[in-house]
């Protein structure tokens, strides 16, 4: 650690900069803590299920298929047996990973809440290697410890945790040896740049945009030499290369799999002021409860406008924006800000733990500038950070106290398993398979057997089922055919979640297409 400078005497962290790891100390733990009751108490999501089902299939009998999911007839037809929707690197990670530690949700997500402490310890070294002064640091530590986006993000199977660690690994990797030696530090960054994008290609185009941004400022394109230009490519040539054998084993369902998730997503470079407009209000917004029908949720609006004034205030103050560290992060968030911006039309809110460290460094700049330059508004800014992490918390906090998995989604599965013949069949949303099995039994089909003449004993439906009625609206003979299926069946659970329906009668075949 850094010693104490005179300039920071009267800094915000001065009673406590002499202990700075039992500082650090608590943060992880905090944040351990919290993710791993969060990661307890939130019920599983579709897209955990998804991701689950083909790594099952790799350890239990060989195969790759997404075999949860019934899609015949739709654009990902084939995934039943091979998965290519989404990059590689997730499920070897977390195959291995749950061979070591259990073939189950919680295995699965330990992996993402390990990443998530992870991406944390790297972005503190990171604001350090950046030379950021150590108040700053301690104060940016804080903030993302507490962060209500990346709390969340590590409590959730998937690959955004995964991919941040590998960016951050790639942007510190880089900054640790460019000065002592150069092609060892190329080499490093674009292992990990690689490792970034093959987990999730977004977290791959953001960390490069912060990569390049850095890369160009410290002028070390001038090291470059064909040596070092072809050692750089090694890493994409291999990782591309091993992707390559896979997708060789049938490259149509390729297309149709990962064309299908892919389209659509740069569409905001067609409609910009649009996708400027959307960002704030659908990805910002609407990640911290916009939409949200409970009132308190909507508190946490506070949390991005802050984030993004913080950012502002760091950008038009002459002092701060002069100072070598903030100038670079201004850069690296405004071209990393830029590329989600167009690259991402849907605006998953999932995205933002890419950006939230370069939005937290920045706050903590101004916070720590205007404590020393202005000591009137020190109890404003002592209450005001206090009040801004005590809020981040209260996500998490919401999340234990409302145990979904153990008071929603556990007396859901004991319904549907109460209703079910023996060895009958289930259509629903795919994350009941961790309790009902991931097997022939439960398929996720929004068609509800349409394509394939499957006819459920059961069928459970979410927010995207029923709306997956109203998209097929403009589709006359299958909106009639579903509405035909629905007919068969009758509610007799419901949740503000999940309803079940059970036959009104014997089950007949389902209508198949002509």
Not at 1 to 11: H, N, R
Not at 75 to 96: L, N
Not at 276 to 301: C, H, M, N, P, Q
Not at 304 to 321: C, D, E, M, S
Request: glycine share 8%; proline share 5%.
């Amino acid at each position: 650690m850094t010693p104490v400078t005179g300039s920071e005497k009267t800094s915000l962290f001065t009673h406590i900069s002499a202990r700075p790891q039992l500082f650090y100390a608590v943060l992880f733990l905090l944040f351990a803590v919290l993710v791993s009751g969060v990661l307890l108490a939130k019920q599983p999501g579709c897209d955990e299920a998804w991701f689950f089902s083909p790594i099952y299939n790799f350890l239990t009998t060989g195969g790759t298929g997404t075999s949860i999911l019934d899609a015949a007839g739709m654009p990902w037809s084939g995934i039943e047996k091979r998965t290519y929707w989404q990059v590689p690197v997730f499920y070897v990670a977390e195959a291995f990973w749950m061979k070591v530690f259990g073939l189950n949700l919680w295995a699965m997500r330990s992996l993402a809440a390990l990443a998530g402490i992870g991406t944390l310890a790297l972005w503190i070294l990171l604001f350090q290697a950046l030379r950021f002064e150590r108040s700053v640091v301690m104060l940016s530590a804080a903030i993302l410890a507490t962060d209500y986006a990346l709390m969340n993000d590590s409590a959730n199977a998937r690959m955004d945790t995964l991919s941040a660690f590998f960016g951050a690994a790639a942007l510190l990797s880089y900054l640790r040896w460019r000065e002592t030696n150069f092609t060892k530090c190329i080499f490093v960054s674009q292992c990990c740049l690689a490792l970034c994008g093959l987990s999730h290609p977004m977290g791959g185009m953001v960390y490069l945009a912060a990569f390049a941004v850095l890369f160009v400022l410290n002028r070390d394109w001038k090291q470059l030499t064909v040596a070092r230009v072809a050692l750089a490519a090694v890493p994409y040539l291999v990782g591309g290369g091993a992707w390559g054998l896979y997708i060789a084993q049938d490259p149509q369902a390729f297309l149709r799999q990962f064309g299908s998730n892919t389209s659509g997503r740069l569409n905001g470079f067609l409609t910009p002021w649009q996708s400027v407009w959307r960002e704030f209000v659908d990805r910002y917004l609407g990640t911290y409860g916009l939409k949200s029908s409970i009132g308190l949720a909507k508190a946490k609006l506070i949390i991005p406008v802050i984030y993004i004034a913080g950012a502002l205030l760091a950008a038009f103050n002459k002092t701060l924006r002069h100072r070598e560290p903030v100038h670079k992060v201004l850069l690296m968030l405004g071209a990393s800000a830029l590329v989600m911006m167009f690259a991402d039309n849907f605006k998953y809110g999932l995205y933002l733990i890419h950006v939230v460290p370069m939005y937290a460094v920045l706050l903590a700049s101004w916070v720590v500038w205007a404590w020393n330059a202005r000591p009137a508004l020190k109890p404003v800014l002592m209450y005001g950070m206090a009040g801004f992490m005590a809020l981040q918390l209260m996500g998490a906090v919401y999340w234990i106290k409302r145990d979904a998995y153990h008071k929603e989604y556990l007396p859901l599965i004991q319904y549907v398993r109460s209703v079910t013949p023996p060895n009958g069949k289930v259509t629903g949303p795919a994350e009941l398979g961790f309790e009902l099995g991931f097997d022939a039994n439960l398929k996720d089909d929004y068609s509800l057997g349409y394509f394939t003449g499957r006819v459920p004993d059961v069928i459970v439906q979410d927010d995207l089922y029923r709306g997956r009625l109203k998209e097929v609206e403009d589709t006359p003979e299958l909106h009639k055919s579903l509405l035909a299926i629905m007919a068969r069946y009758h509610l007799t659970f419901s949740e503000p979640v999940y309803v079940v329906f059970t036959p009104v009668a014997p089950p007949a075949a389902a209508s198949s297409p002509r």
